[in-house]
Every structure is written in C-alpha cells, then in structure tokens.
C-alpha cells in the first residue's frame, strides 16, 4: 500500500483515496510539432526499476493533482510536491541522491 | 421541480443509530478562502486547513485550498449567498446553493469511531481525529466527508445520488453485534 502526504490539503492518504495520474513531467506536443514529438508524447513511457516520477490525484480528497517521487522495485516513497512545477524540486532531487546515490530518471538525476 | 424530500431514509437503531438528514441548505465557493470580505460576509472566522469552525447558525468548512462549504438552514441560503456574492463581487470566485445535491447522514452513540473506521481509509484513533476537523475521503466506493460534533456524534456528507448506498453501508456497519469495541 503506497501513502502519500498531499501536498495541497497535507493529509496522509492511502492509494485507495487517490487516483493514479501516469507518469509525470511530460512536455505536450501538439499541433506542428514533429512526428516524432507528437509520438513521444502520446506513447513514450519511462518504465524504470528505481526511481519514478507521477502525477496523482486526491480524488477522494480535495481533489487536487500532484507529483509524486518514489521507487518502484521497494514502494519507497521520497517525497510528494505540487504540481505547478516543471521539474522535481531540489529538496526531492537531494532526498533521492541520499537514498540512490547517481540515481538518474529522463533527464534528471 | 420535484418536492424537496425533508427524510431519504428512515432511522436505522443499530449499535449506533444512523439518521438522514437532508434538508439542511449548503453552500460552495471556490476561490480565494482568505478572501477579504468573506468572514465579514459570513459574521465568523474562516476555518483553517482541514478545520471546521461554528459561526452563526451555520458551520463553514475547509474542503481545499481554494474551496469552502457553508452548512445552514436551508431558509437562510438565498440570503448568504447574495451575501458572500457581494463580498467576492471583484474577484474570480464561484458561489453555488448545493443543498438539493447533498444528503447528510448523523451517527449518534458511543461507537460512532468505529463505524466510520470500518468503511474509511482514516485513523479514526481519538486523538488522531475530533471535533473541529472536517476529513474528505471515501466511504467504500463513494466520496464522503465528515466531522465530529462531540465524541458521540459524528456527521457525514455525500452526493445526494449515491445517498442510498451510503445508508446502506452505514447500516451494514452499525449492525449489532459487530461492534469491535477498539477505542470504547
Ligand atoms: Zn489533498
């Protein structure tokens, strides 16, 4: 069972109470962006053994989106941040390097 | 327009007794729940997060950063929301009389925290929830918050189309002779 701390309302909630939102930080392609782009983002998934990143939905909460960071071989959760951000803060970036040191996940790391 | 139901349900007399309550007026708004104007409007204090605070003949609840629910009679609807309309006039804010699309349900005994605990994701422990905090969550499958007003009285609020079910699972869990007796 994964737990989260929402960011917006701080409770503690279970997956039970959230939605899964697929994988976070994807940048949109849309219309006159390449084939190529426009593929990325519809179908291209990171599928890592390690260190993930999110988006969830406090839906049976105050149902608001947000990132989660956590590891999907030991369910380990790092940390969970808002979702008005491009990219894992620095504070989930240094958590992560404490507890994976050279972790690494698209172009982050 | 269909007559307004005043009693969805009759009183189930478990080991906790469960009651609908549905004609109570409720009230959103979404948008700034700092907003200047709006406690003056309400004649109370705003709650804080996660808070539920007693003003006037109404209680407003915190439901998310950027949305409050008022409860109070449903004669005193129309009046408030011009009310907090005027007070949000120059900002982006949605103000909206939910009453006819909510059911209210009231447990009453000295069980009331493990009738909740048995269908809800919450620790429901005293001293890990009371009175004055307002919780969304779900209820088995459907979306449901409550709050406590007293250690032997806790309210709930769901969607008015899924009230039936939430009675049902409120009965079911209020059974006698499944008490578990955690915390009594
Ligand atoms: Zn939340």
């Not at chain 2, 009183?11 to 109570?24: A, H, K, L, R």
């Not at chain 2, 007003?149 to 009230?163: H, K």
Request: one cysteine or more; glycine letters at 10%.
């Amino acid at each position: 069972m994964l737990i989260f701390e929402c960011p917006y309302c701080g409770i503690q909630a279970d997956e039970t109470e959230l939605s899964p939102g697929g994988e976070a930080h994807l940048k949109r392609h849309g219309p006159g962006a390449s084939d190529e782009d426009f593929e990325g983002y519809l179908f291209m998934r990171e599928n890592p053994k390690g260190v993930h990143f999110e988006r969830w939905r406090h839906s049976n909460g105050c149902g608001k989106w947000f990132h989660a960071a956590r590891c999907t071989i030991t369910l380990e959760v790092f940390g969970t941040y808002k979702a008005q951000t491009l990219e894992p803060p620095k504070k989930i970036k240094d958590q992560i390097a404490v507890k994976r040191p050279g972790w690494s996940w698209r172009t982050f790391s | 327009m269909s007559e307004p139901q005043t009693s969805l349900f009759p009183q189930f007399n478990g080991y906790v007794t469960v009651s609908c309550e549905s004609d109570m007026g409720m009230i959103i708004m979404r948008g700034s729940v700092t907003a200047k104007g709006l406690g003056a409007a309400l004649g109370t204090s705003l709650p804080k997060e996660r808070k539920i605070v007693e003003g006037k003949e109404m209680q407003i609840a915190w439901m998310s950063p950027d949305e409050l629910m008022v409860l109070c009679r449903k004669e005193h609807v129309a009046d408030l929301i011009t009310e907090v309309e005027g007070s949000l006039s120059t900002q982006h804010a949605l103000v909206a009389d939910v009453s006819d699309a909510r059911a209210i349900f009231k447990l009453k005994g000295a069980n009331v925290r493990e009738v909740v605990a048995k269908l809800a994701p919450v620790d429901m422990a005293p001293g890990q929830f009371g009175s004055g905090e307002m919780r969304r969550t779900r209820f088995g499958q459907i979306a449901g918050a409550f709050w406590m007003t007293g250690e032997d009285e806790l309210n709930i609020v769901c969607f008015r189309s899924v009230a039936e079910y939430m009675y049902k699972q409120l009965c079911v869990s209020a059974t006698q002779g499944s008490e578990l007796d955690l915390w009594t």
